[in-house]
């Protein structure tokens, strides 16, 4: 079947039965590593769609660990904040400290994420650096979202069948070669969550995910693609001081729908996007805890605001962006968002 296909993939889309079957092959042990190298190759190379990312993702997340919560949770829609990687920024963890922020804001977040990759400091790594336990057994995540708030899916944890493909990935990464499987990854929170934010780093990826994300029915979600103002470097986030591409289920009070807007705040924030960038994980850690406390950084703490008022507007909390970030900033100078890191802290040493 990868052999037929692999001669296929190049002249036309792959029906959703023939990635079913493609699924089920690159799991299966008994198929040599070299065809389903042959294959990933020939797919990425055309290119891979949105209806085809999407069916990708459905095929895969039956076989992962449940997790026992799917799209909501106490009557709130579940949501999750990732992004794509792949921009080759040593970034703060934006996405993982929104975790705190959304959670202290009385949003449930289950976030899915991984070691980093492409950049030093992986959400796993952070978390762990932060004394978090990453690999929570899904029996114990609905007490955690209970007790703390919020939770974290790591992705190694629940998609084990995964690492059947992870040499293949690594030759063909030697080789400079992305797969489908450096896509799908926002697409594989095994929660199901009905709200999601999703930072990407290439412009294209708007639609692509936007797409995905309407082809696999998500009921609530944006997709945003922040590029800073004077380097014009695309950071993979809501940009803080410049201008974002959006992809969404937003509506503006005009009835528009969310596209892009620049952000300009007041007063202007002088500081560049290399105080975004960390150094090791542990800096990394320690910067979020430092915002968390309420010691002012200027960038840093604007775009974690700012990514937590699309990710409260996009769940449903917010009405607007201005009280998205007002909800944000009352959640770090209360001391709240500090409150669920130690919550975790105490929840990951008893578990």
């Known amino acids: 079947m990868l052999h037929d296909l692999t001669f296929a993939v190049p002249h036309r889309m792959l029906t959703i039965e023939e990635i079913s079957e ?10 040599a590593d070299g065809i389903k190298a042959d294959f990933l ?35 709130k829609p579940l949501l999750d904040c990732c992004g794509t990687g792949g921009g080759g920024l040593n970034l703060l963890n934006i996405s993982t400290g929104l ?45 955690c ?14 998609h084990t069948s995964f690492a059947i493909v992870a040499p293949i990935r690594r030759a063909l990464a030697a080789e400079g070669q992305r797969t489908i499987f450096n896509l799908i990854a926002p697409l594989l929170n095994p929660a199901r969550p009905d709200a999601r934010l999703i930072g990407v780093f290439k412009p294209e990826h708007v639609t692509l995910y936007q797409q995905a994300l309407e082809q696999m029915e998500c009921r609530r979600f944006t997709i945003a ?48 996007i290399d105080s975004l960038l960390v150094r090791t994980v542990g800096e990394s850690a320690s910067r979020l805890e430092t915002i968390f406390s309420g010691e002012e950084q200027e960038l840093e703490r604007e775009t974690l605001l700012i990514n937590a008022a699309i990710a409260s507007w996009t769940h449903g909390t917010a009405t607007s962006l ?24 105490k929840f990951s040493e008893e578990n």
């Open 22 to 31: 493609a699924a089920a092959e690159l799991l299966d042990t008994s198929i």
């Open 41 to 75: 190759r020939a797919w990425a190379t055309r290119g891979e769609t949105a209806e085809e990312l999407a069916a990708c993702a459905e095929a895969f997340l039956p076989q992962a660990r449940d997790p026992g919560l799917r799209g909501s949770w106490q009557g």
């Open 99 to 143: 975790m705190f922020i959304l959670a202290a804001m009385g949003i449930p977040v289950v976030k899915h994420g991984n070691r980093g990759i492409t950049k030093r400091s992986g959400s796993a790594d952070v978390l762990e650096a932060m004394g978090i336990k990453i690999d929570l057994a899904p029996e114990k995540v609905s007490r």
């Open 145 to 158: 979202l209970e007790e703390v708030g919020c939770a974290f899916l790591f992705a190694p944890f629940y």
């Open 225 to 272: 693609c922040g590029e800073e103002t004077d380097s014009h470097q695309m950071i993979g986030e809501v940009s803080a001081q410049g201008p974002t591409q959006f992809g969404s289920t937003l509506r503006l009070p005009n009835g528009a729908p969310l596209t892009a807007f620049t952000r300009t705040p007041e007063p202007p924030i002088l500081e560049k």
């Open 322 to 345: 201005d009280e998205g970030l007002a909800q944000g900033a009352e959640a770090l100078d209360s001391g709240k968002a500090l409150d669920v890191l130690k919550r975790w802290q």
